[in-house]
């Protein structure tokens, strides 16, 4: 079966702007988590969705939103972005949430300048 | 709070083995993961264990002491392609993981 897919891969963007990521997880599986991974911080928690309703946020600032769609498929929006929230961004799908097997999408790499 | 501590490198031989520990205090315990992480690429699922023991999959095993809020993994028969970051996740709930740094392991010839 197909995996996790995120696009785009990689991204450039400006501070000020603003941009989407979008995951699609493996067909049948309901519960998105998104995670930004730093080298010095490891992967920290953004949200997760499960059918359509995010049921936890990690502590990031208002900036950083999501949603999920009726496919489950998923996308976050950083607004006013600054160079701090230079990162991988990663998304994992699992059937009904994170304790059960999760598996990660290939990530966003999104730099801003 | 939630932390999590696991040493940030290791360094092994070929065929050695190694243990790569982890530490946690959270809020609540649903579960502990380990991932594995090749450079560039997207964590993969390696274990979990919520009940105290040793899980063993192939050469790879994994711990846990919940009294004692440690796990490790253990790698046998090191290979060169198990160069990679290892990282740690509790579920202190059921629907967010806290991760560690993750631990990179190096394995030399």
């Known amino acids: 079966k197909a995996g996790v897919t995120q696009t785009p891969r990689y991204l450039i963007k400006t501070r000020g702007q603003q941009v989407t990521l979008s995951c699609s997880p493996i067909s049948g599986h309901r519960s998105v988590s998104w995670y930004q991974q730093t080298p010095g911080q490891g992967l920290q928690f953004l949200f997760e969705?499960?059918?359509?309703?995010?049921?936890n946020k990690g502590n990031f600032p208002g900036r950083f939103s999501g949603r999920q769609f009726s496919n489950s498929r998923s996308e976050m929006n950083v607004s006013t972005l600054e160079l701090g929230d230079s990162a991988l961004y990663l998304c994992a799908s699992s059937l009904l949430g994170v304790n059960t097997e999760a598996f990660f999408g290939q990530g966003t790499r999104l730099t801003v300048v | 709070g939630q932390n999590i501590d696991q040493p940030t490198e290791m360094t092994a031989t070929e065929g050695a083995i190694v243990q790569i520990n982890c530490t946690y205090q959270?809020?609540?315990?649903?579960?502990l993961f380990w991932y594995q992480q090749h450079a560039g690429e997207a964590p993969t699922f390696l274990s979990y264990n919520v009940l105290d023991g040793l899980e063993e999959k192939g050469r790879f095993s994994s711990f846990l002491s919940r009294s004692k809020g440690y796990s490790y993994l253990l790698l046998k028969e090191l290979q060169m392609k198990d160069s990679a970051s290892y990282l740690c996740?509790?579920?202190?709930?059921?629907?967010?993981?806290?991760f560690g740094t993750g631990t990179r392991l190096l394995v030399s010839p």
């Open positions: 969705y499960f059918s359509e309703t995010q049921r």
């Open positions: 959270t809020s609540g315990f649903n579960g």
């Open positions: 996740a509790v579920l202190p709930g059921f629907q967010k993981l806290v």
